[in-house]
């Protein structure tokens, strides 16, 4: 097309091919035009892209095998968002795996045109999902756009109130405690508390309100925000380890209508220990004894409970957040429509 650069992007016919030039692809300090130069003029070939949202809030990744797309899409943002993901596949059946639990499921909402299918999507906080298109036609169902790709969810009974819970005093903590309500460990008055870092355990007996007969059968525990991890038992059936939003178990197999109880393993980092582990007033806390025989076998006074190589905090250093925070709250799924 010439050895001047266009000021505006030009197309020269090469081939069965086509090349685009100057304009806003040459405004660029480096070899590689602008996405948004880019995007334009694959946008003007009719091209749409492998994937967009109308928030723009979801980042993906699509991989293709010979049996499948794949498409990773996660929300970017520590907020819940509820937007369409458009997809640029047409024909096919979408999936949704969810990668914390395993489960996959079909995606009964989604409307092809244009080349592209549309899928009504929410996520909660940071939460990922693999959107799944086989290539298999066979089994495909019709699109139901009256239903929902996500189980509304209603309130049931919330846990108000005190909680028992239980630290280890091996690690600085109090064996048993009431807390009057849901608090952060760092704002709690016994040191012990404020300090601690490992494993506690939170108790509660609650009675589940009788069922509604607008409610499905699906009944879920969320703990709302847990810092930073925890294993949840109910009537000593384990439910498994909760780590990320959204913070919650399916109880329903669990559950019984009377007499329930609950108890929540919360386990933070070990930051807020060696902060306390530098307080002042901490010089005698701790009787240690080698028994391998170092140092004679003797017991002797520690002013710490953990030991580490390299001092990374100060006396001062901010304190993380720690414990259970809820609320918490027992969920049943509803019928809805979209």
């Known amino acids: 097309g ?37 995007a334009s003029v694959l946008s003007g070939l009719g091209l749409p892209e492998d994937f967009s949202s109308p928030s723009g809030q979801l980042r993906y990744i699509h991989r293709r095998t010979e049996d499948c ?12 968002v509820v937007t369409d993901g458009i997809f640029r596949i047409r024909g096919r059946q979408p999936q949704l795996w969810d ?6 499921r079909e995606l009964a909402n989604y409307e092809t045109r244009g080349g ?5 999507l929410s996520f909660e906080p940071h939460q990922s999902f693999f959107v799944v298109f086989p290539k298999s036609t066979a089994g495909i169902a019709r699109p139901n756009l009256a239903t929902t790709n996500f189980p509304v969810l209603e309130q049931i009974t919330q846990f108000d109130g005190a909680w028992e819970v239980a630290f280890d005093p091996a690690r600085g903590g109090p064996a048993d405690i009431a807390f009057d309500r849901l608090q952060d460990w760092t704002e709690h008055t016994e040191a012990g508390v404020r300090y601690y870092s490992g494993v506690a355990t939170y108790r509660k007996r609650f009675e589940l309100p009788a069922a509604d007969d607008s409610r499905e059968t699906q009944l879920y525990l969320d703990l709302g925000t847990v810092h930073d991890l925890c294993r949840v038992r109910l009537n000593g059936q384990q439910l498994g380890v909760v780590w990320t939003a959204p913070w919650r178990v399916d109880i329903t197999a669990a ?4 007499d ?3 108890e929540i393993d919360v386990v933070n980092g070990w930051a807020n220990r060696l902060i306390g582990d530098l ?4 010089r005698a806390v701790r009787q240690i004894s080698w028994p391998s025989g ?3 076998s003797k017991t002797f006074a520690a002013g710490r409970f953990s030991f580490v190589t390299h001092q990374h905090y100060k006396p001062s250093s901010p304190l993380l957040p720690a414990g259970l925070l809820g609320p918490v709250r027992v969920l049943g799924e509803v019928a809805a429509q979209r």
């Open 116 to 120: 592209v299918t549309s899928i009504p």
């Open 294 to 296: 170092l140092l004679g």
């Open 260 to 262: 329930n109880q609950l």
């Open 69 to 80: 797309d794949f498409y990773f899409v996660s929300n970017r943002t520590d907020e819940l």
């Open 279 to 282: 307080q002042k007033g901490n």
């Open 99 to 104: 990668p914390v639990t395993g489960t996959t």
């Open 2 to 38: 010439g050895t001047e650069v266009p000021e505006v992007t030009t197309c020269v016919d090469l081939g069965q091919g086509k090349v685009f030039w100057g304009g806003d692809l040459a405004a660029t300090s480096g070899l590689i035009p602008s996405y948004r130069a880019t």
């Open 255 to 258: 559950v019984r209508a009377s």
